[in-house]
């Protein structure tokens, strides 16, 4: 029961550099979604998808790119990473047709320096 | 837009004790859902509970209940016999049933539990 799964759990990076997070769900949820937490502000969304080929910005979408082209997959791009992007970010899928509840995969800490 | 607001930012409880989490939302929707997710050190967000708005009845998962008051848009977390492994941040959320799917989530409560 693998459920979401997130990479890398941890990373470090330099102010300017570029990375992906991996994110991959096994439970053929259309909705995904990733979003940082920061201490005090509570999960704010960033980007999410509806289906493959389908996506729309949250609430934080500045400098951070995503793509859906295929239903277990949604990659979340930092173009160039700021100090301001250092945040614990999740990624989280649910089915559109249930009550719909989140499965959160276990987060990745992300440190720009 | 939909707004969550959890005004304890942090709560601590004696072992065995019953504690009770607050959390208000801002809707003028009459349809939708609440949620409460438990966050422990691990960082792993776990559903505790849920509730549809439609329903009357308040939601129960073994040792926690809500107190859910629509008129009011009060959805209260109950932890009864709280134990040492419910030591965690505890999010309230909200989703629409009808614009974006969207979750909105509260600022959080961290709940320490006292041996």
């Known amino acids: 029961n693998a459920g979401v799964t997130q990479t890398p759990k941890f990373q470090v990076l330099k102010t300017g550099q570029s990375m992906t997070l991996q994110c991959a769900q096994d439970?053929?949820?259309?909705?995904m979604s990733w979003y940082r937490q920061d201490p005090g502000m509570g999960l704010r969304l960033i980007h999410y998808?509806?289906?493959?080929?389908?996506?729309d910005q949250g609430e934080v979408p500045n400098g951070y790119n995503v793509s859906r082209s295929t239903t277990e997959d949604f990659p979340l791009r930092l173009l160039s990473a700021a100090p301001s992007q250092t945040s614990v970010y999740f990624c989280?899928?649910?089915?559109?047709?249930?009550?719909?509840?989140?499965?959160f995969g276990e987060g990745s800490r992300l440190t720009v320096l | 837009a939909q707004t969550v607001t959890q005004s304890q930012p942090e709560m601590s409880v004696q072992e065995a004790e019953t504690v009770t989490l607050s959390c208000t939302y801002d809707?003028?929707?009459?349809?939708?859902?609440l949620f409460w997710y438990k966050q422990p050190p691990s960082r792993q967000m776990i559903l505790v509970i849920r509730?549809?708005?439609?329903?009357?009845q308040n939601a129960t998962e073994n040792r926690f209940s809500v107190n859910f008051q629509k008129a009011a848009k009060s959805f209260s977390l109950k932890i009864s016999d709280s134990q040492l492994g419910d030591a965690a941040m505890y999010f309230c959320?909200?989703?629409?049933?009808?614009?974006?799917?969207?979750?909105?989530f509260g600022t959080g409560t961290s709940l320490t539990v006292i041996p």
């Open positions: 998808s509806v289906g493959a080929g389908i996506t």
């Open positions: 809707t003028s929707e009459s349809d939708y859902y």
């Open positions: 439970m053929n949820h259309e909705y």
């Open positions: 509730q549809e708005a439609y329903k009357q």
């Open positions: 989280a899928s649910r089915s559109l047709y249930y009550t719909g509840e989140l499965f």
């Open positions: 959320a909200y989703r629409n049933t009808n614009t974006g799917n969207q979750f909105y």
